[in-house]
């Protein structure tokens, strides 16, 4: 079931793109310039010095992601510290740290973080009505998704 109360002032949010698509972040972040500055940003590495320089947003910066950078903001994911994922990756571009953007990808749909992997997605989360309103992350260790099923049941019964 859906928690409605107010979101904290501002979301977690993590960007990355690959190289071919980074031109396609610095578009998206420029056009909602307005709407990302509330929020606290992380970024890989050269995607964050890219949104620093040219937009003047303030991004903390993790390694690039060839460098281990998909890994860290994985940690912070696996802890409830980012609460959604913009990463424009590229699947006509082999990519030699291929996995660590699979595992990346599938750390953020265990723990139910919102994920937009193309600007039309991203373009739907950053200006839904819903970014006001808290989240619940998931964390598959704890036994929630059970819980959750159960509750979901419950409510679905009526």
């Known amino acids: 079931m859906p928690d409605h109360a107010p979101a904290p002032a501002g979301r977690r949010i993590a960007l990355i793109a690959h190289d071919n698509k980074k031109r ?10 307005d709407l990302l500055a509330g929020h606290e940003l992380f970024a890989t590495a050269t995607t964050g010095h890219l949104l620093q320089q040219q937009l003047g947003l303030p991004v ?12 860290q903001i994985g940690g912070p994911h696996r802890r ?6 913009v990463f424009l990756w590229d699947p006509l571009e082999p990519h030699p740290h291929d996995p660590d953007v699979k595992a990346l990808l599938r750390v953020a749909v265990v723990c139910n ?11 739907f989360m950053i200006s839904s009505p819903l970014m006001g309103h808290s989240h619940q992350g998931h964390d598959p260790a704890s036994g ?9 049941r419950v409510a679905r019964a009526g």
């Open 113 to 123: 973080i919102p994920v937009a992997c193309n600007r039309a997605t991203a373009d």
């Open 144 to 152: 929630q998704a059970h819980h959750n099923q159960a509750a979901l």
């Open 24 to 33: 396609d972040m610095l578009e998206w972040a420029e056009y909602n310039l």
């Open 80 to 85: 409830g510290e980012i609460d959604m994922l």
């Open 60 to 71: 903390t910066c993790f390694r690039s992601g060839p460098y281990g950078g998909d890994q």
